[in-house]
């Protein structure tokens, strides 16, 4: 009955922790999205400067980095 215990709690946990990491990965997915969006529009727009654009993009991918930082802080 112990070992059985055992091992539930052990799944458990490793449930957890999993779950945990999903999350993780969705919010590095959504920025990384953001930022290809955003280099797409950079390589459609001729007109505009392309390095400049890139930078934007750079900008907001770190935006949105910072901001899934502060929120799984927030939820720790």
């Known amino acids: ?44 727009n001729e007109a505009t400067d392309n390095e400049q654009c890139y930078a934007k993009c750079e900008a907001l991918f770190d935006k949105c980095q910072n901001e899934s930082e502060e929120l799984e802080e927030k939820q720790d």
């Open 1 to 44: 009955m112990l070992k059985f215990l055992m091992i539930t709690l052990v799944i458990f946990s490793v449930s957890l922790f999993a779950n945990q990491d999903m999350d993780q990965v969705e919010q590095i997915n959504k920025c990384d999205k953001i930022y290809d969006d955003c280099a797409l529009k950079c390589e459609k």
